[in-house]
């Protein structure tokens, strides 16, 4: 069974998904570049900022990816006040988890600048054991954030599940080889995420935590 949970963050943990379109939307304004529709930049939450950038401006150059980054930053950790609460039950399901000794990690395609802020802010950062950010190792869906967590925790990929919102959790979830649940309430329709055979689907965030009690996680 499974001895570590890892945890995507935007959309997964928190709701930030309409901060992080308007952050992006204000950044390709203040950069007098094309802004994008909020579709587009739904579609790319989940990847590390500069494959991000380049997807929403596929003419882009490593400068204006700079600009666009800074200007990102300045909107998101700065100026923009959209609310990012975490979504409803997750705080006290982690505790519980916590407390009967799941091993838990995060990875995300957050700077390791904003997960901080975001630990510091939720107050959730003691019940991580590891985290991992796009900044630090390669984007997702490349699996290489997931074998550093596993090679530093000593889990094996069968005994690890990836627990996400995007098709970019998922896949890279699969090609770490591990087991990945699907949460349907964040940026990528759940039908998107059908397609990577998850072994659950969760609705709302508690019922994570029911599913491993059925499964004999914390026997």
């Known amino acids: 069974m499974y001895k570590l949970l890892i945890f995507d963050w935007d959309g997964t943990v928190i709701d930030s998904t309409a901060r992080i379109i308007s952050s992006m939307q204000a950044a390709a304004?203040?950069?007098e570049?094309?802004?994008?529709?909020?579709?587009?930049?739904?579609?790319?939450?989940?990847?590390?900022?500069?494959?991000?950038?380049?997807?929403?401006?596929?003419?882009?150059?490593?400068?204006?990816i700079e600009q666009m980054r800074v200007q990102y930053g300045h909107h998101f950790l700065g100026v923009n006040e959209t609310p990012t609460p975490l979504f409803p039950g997750v705080q006290n399901?982690?505790?519980?988890?916590?407390?009967?000794?799941?091993?838990?990690?995060?990875?995300?395609?957050?700077?390791?600048?904003?997960?901080?802020?975001?630990?510091?802010?939720t107050g959730l950062a003691y019940l991580f054991e590891i985290s991992r950010c796009a900044d630090e190792t390669i984007s997702k869906p490349n699996p290489l954030m997931l074998e550093e967590i596993l090679a530093e925790t000593g889990v094996l990929a069968s005994e690890a599940i990836m627990i996400g919102d995007t098709e970019y959790d998922l896949e890279m979830g699969k090609r770490a080889g591990m087991d990945v649940i699907a949460v349907s309430y964040g940026a990528h329709h759940i039908?998107?995420?059908?397609?990577?055979?998850?072994?659950?689907?969760?609705?709302?965030?508690?019922?994570?935590e029911h599913w491993l009690d059925s499964k004999g996680a914390f026997a």
């Open 29 to 31: 304004l203040d950069c």
């Open 93 to 121: 399901t982690l505790e519980s988890m916590h407390a009967k000794g799941m091993r838990m990690a995060v990875a995300t395609g957050k700077s390791r600048r904003g997960l901080d802020r975001a630990f510091a802010q």
């Open 33 to 64: 570049f094309p802004v994008p529709s909020s579709a587009s930049v739904m579609n790319i939450i989940g990847l590390g900022l500069p494959e991000a950038i380049r997807i929403l401006i596929p003419d882009i150059d490593d400068s204006g």
């Open 191 to 208: 039908d998107r995420l059908k397609g990577f055979d998850p072994v659950l689907e969760v609705d709302n965030f508690p019922e994570l």
